[in-house]
């Protein structure tokens, strides 16, 4: 399934150049060099950036979101992080 591709692409993108320690900077140096906007809105449960959208030619759904949630401490270090998906559908 290729959403599940993109995902493993992502994954291994992030956690080969920004392991657990780096700092809030370096995602966003990590994204401006991956091209993806640093629009990163603020939940209750952290960070979130949308790694990309890709388009979907179904009935069901229209696109996929994949999107990359982040969890900081209070140096702005990265403590926790999860790649995942989610579709705009019927």
């Not at 991956?34 to 229209?62: M, Q, R, W």
Request: negative net charge; proline residues 2%; contains cysteine.
């Amino acid at each position: 399934m290729k959403e599940d591709e993109r995902i493993s692409y992502w994954k291994s993108e992030f956690s080969t150049q920004i392991p657990d320690g780096s700092t809030y900077e370096d995602i966003e140096r990590w994204a401006t060099s991956h091209n993806i906007p640093f629009n990163v809105a603020k939940g209750d449960e952290g960070y979130f950036l949308v790694l990309e959208e890709t388009k979907e030619n179904s009935v069901v759904c229209v696109s996929w979101v994949y999107k990359l949630a982040f969890q900081v401490n209070e140096k702005r270090e990265l403590t926790e992080y999860e790649i995942g998906r989610q579709g705009r559908c019927l």
